[in-house]
C-alpha cells in the first residue's frame, strides 16, 4: 500500500497488547500520515486511553488499513509542542476533531507515532 493509499483511509484498526493481561485489545481509531511508512495517532479527551497506556507498556503494535495486519512499533510522543502539532494535523483531516479537542480541553492530550 502506498502513502497516498493509507493516508486516504479514514481509520485505521490498532491493536495493542493489554499491559496487565497481555491479550490483544483492537481499538479503530484517526490518524494522520507521518510519511510513506509512518502515522501519527492522539487522544484528547478524558483521561489517558487504555491503547495509549498499553503501547507504552509494550511498544510493539499491529495496525491494519483493511488489507491486513503490519506489525509496527509505537513511541509515544512527550514533547507538548509535538503533541501540538499532531492534534492540528488530526484536525485538519478530521472536522469533527474540532468539537472533540474541544470537549477535552481540560485533559492532558497524548500522541504517539508509528512506524512500520
Same mark, same amino acid.
Not at 509535538?82 to 479537542?101: E, T
Given at each position: 500500500?502506498?502513502?497516498?493509499?493509507?493516508?486516504?483511509?479514514?481509520?485505521?484498526?490498532?491493536?495493542?497488547?493489554?499491559?496487565k493481561?497481555?491479550?490483544?485489545?483492537?481499538?479503530?481509531?484517526?490518524?494522520?500520515?507521518?510519511?510513506?511508512?509512518?502515522?501519527?495517532?492522539?487522544?484528547?479527551?478524558?483521561?489517558?486511553?487504555?491503547?495509549?497506556?498499553?503501547?507504552?507498556?509494550?511498544?510493539?503494535?499491529?495496525i491494519?488499513?483493511?488489507?491486513?495486519?503490519?506489525?509496527?512499533? &509505537?513511541?509515544? /510522543?512527550?514533547?507538548?509542542? +509535538?503533541?501540538?502539532?499532531? !492534534? %492540528? $494535523?488530526?484536525?485538519?483531516?478530521?472536522?469533527? &476533531?474540532?468539537? /472533540?479537542?474541544?470537549?477535552? +480541553?481540560?485533559?492532558?492530550? !497524548? %500522541? $504517539?507515532?508509528?512506524?512500520?
Amino acid at each position: 500500500m502506498s502513502e497516498a493509499d493509507f493516508a486516504a483511509q479514514r481509520t485505521v484498526r490498532l491493536t495493542t497488547r493489554g499491559r496487565k493481561s497481555g491479550a490483544p485489545r483492537t481499538v479503530t481509531i484517526w490518524f494522520v500520515a507521518d510519511g510513506s511508512r509512518g502515522i501519527l495517532v492522539q487522544h484528547a479527551t478524558g483521561a489517558a486511553a487504555n491503547w495509549y497506556r498499553n503501547l507504552v507498556k509494550e511498544p510493539a503494535v499491529t495496525i491494519d488499513f483493511g488489507n491486513g495486519p503490519i506489525a509496527a512499533r &509505537a513511541t509515544p /510522543i512527550t514533547d507538548p509542542a +509535538r503533541i501540538q502539532q499532531v !492534534l %492540528a $494535523a488530526v484536525r485538519r483531516k478530521y472536522w469533527s &476533531a474540532w468539537l /472533540i479537542q474541544l470537549l477535552g +480541553r481540560r485533559s492532558h492530550a !497524548l %500522541a $504517539a507515532e508509528i512506524s512500520w
